[in-house]
Nanobody, 117 residues
Framework: QVQFAESGGGLVQAGGSLRLSCAAS????????IGWYRQAPGKQRESVAV???????NHADSVQGRFTIFRDNSKNTAYLQMNSLKPEDTAVYYC???????????WGQGTQVTVSS
C-alpha cells in the first residue's frame, strides 16, 4: 500500500535551516506529483509546496523564497529544504499526494519541526 515516511525534523533557532525527507513506497512515485503539508497546533493542515513529475515546484506564499521542494525519482524521495526558519513555521510536516480525494487515505506520522525565537 501507499506509504510515506517523513524524517529530518527537529528543534532549531529562528533563522536556521532544516532539510526534510519523504520516502515514498507502494505506488509509481516518479510519474506522480507530490507535496509537503504542515499542521500547526490548533490550526488546519495547509499546503506548503507541491512538485510536479518533471520537477516544477509551486510554493505557498508564506514560504516562497525560504523553502524549496525537490525530488529524486531514483530514490522515490521528496525533500523540503527550509531556510530562514521562523517561529510560525513550527508544525508537524507531512508529505502526500496532492489529490484531496486520495490524500485522506495516506497521511503518515509526519515529522515535528519546532523553531524557537
Amino acid at each position: 500500500q501507499v506509504q510515506f515516511a517523513e524524517s529530518g525534523g527537529g528543534l532549531v533557532q529562528a533563522g536556521g535551516s532544516l532539510r526534510l525527507s519523504c520516502a515514498a513506497s507502494g505506488y509509481a512515485f516518479s510519474i506522480n506529483p507530490i507535496g509537503w503539508y504542515r499542521q500547526a497546533p490548533g490550526k488546519q493542515r495547509e499546503s506548503v509546496a507541491v512538485i510536479s513529475t518533471d520537477g516544477v515546484p509551486n510554493h505557498a506564499d508564506s514560504v516562497q523564497g525560504r523553502f524549496t521542494i525537490f525530488r529524486d525519482n531514483s530514490k522515490n524521495t521528496a525533500y523540503l529544504q527550509m531556510n530562514s526558519l521562523k517561529p510560525e513555521d513550527t508544525a508537524v510536516y507531512y508529505c502526500n499526494v496532492p489529490s484531496p480525494s486520495l490524500r485522506s487515505r495516506y497521511w503518515g506520522q509526519g515529522t515535528q519541526v519546532t523553531v524557537s525565537s
